[in-house]
């Protein structure tokens, strides 16, 4: 297991890092186990600290939860328990529905693209684009929905199981989840 606490703006103390350290190792190891990557990320806004959890499974998801309060400690355990309340959920529904566990096998590779705007003056406009490499899944269409809510991002592209198409869903601006069936 690889776990990487960082600071982003603060210079954060040892005790704190050994507290989320022993924290996420105790909560991977009572529900998926230790073959995962963790990135906590600890950033203060004002007063508040706030703090990211992303966990990296080793077939492909990605588990996001996030915590603010005016405490770092607080803040931490705030994005644990919704780390532990989607590793439950996570946990369920792989077990009650008997998931595939070789997700990665029938992945097609892709290029991730980030583009982020920046005005420096009044007339000035720059882009910054980042390049990440990524991968498409194979999955079920509940497979794809319970990747979207895991890891907390508004899209979600994958190759249908049962039909080999490419497939997308969605959250939708009304709460609902929406779903993309792509027919050439």
Not at 89 to 99: E, S
Not at 108 to 131: M, P, W
Not at 150 to 179: C, E, Q
Request: net charge neutral.
């Amino acid at each position: 297991m690889q776990i990487k606490v960082s600071g982003k703006g603060i210079e954060l103390g040892d005790s704190l890092r050994e507290f989320v350290e022993k924290e996420i190792s105790s909560l991977t190891e009572k529900y998926i186990g230790d073959n995962i990557e963790a990135s906590i990320i600890i950033s203060k806004d004002n007063r508040l600290f706030d703090v990211e959890i992303f966990l990296h499974l080793h077939y492909g998801f990605v588990i996001k939860a996030d915590g603010k309060s005016d405490d770092p400690y607080r803040s931490v355990s705030f994005a644990l328990e919704r780390l532990e309340e989607r590793l439950k959920k996570h946990k369920n529904r792989i077990r009650n529905k008997h998931r595939r566990t070789q997700w990665s096998n029938n992945s097609i590779s892709a290029t991730k693209y980030i583009v982020e705007r920046k005005n420096t003056n009044a007339d000035e406009e720059h882009l910054t684009i980042a390049e990440q490499e990524s991968s498409i899944l194979c999955l079920s269409v509940s497979e794809a929905v319970m990747k979207l809510d895991l890891a907390d991002v508004p899209v979600v592209m994958f190759k249908n199981a049962d039909s080999g198409r490419i497939n997308v869903v969605y959250k939708r601006p009304d709460g609902h989840t929406g779903w993309i069936d792509y027919k050439e």
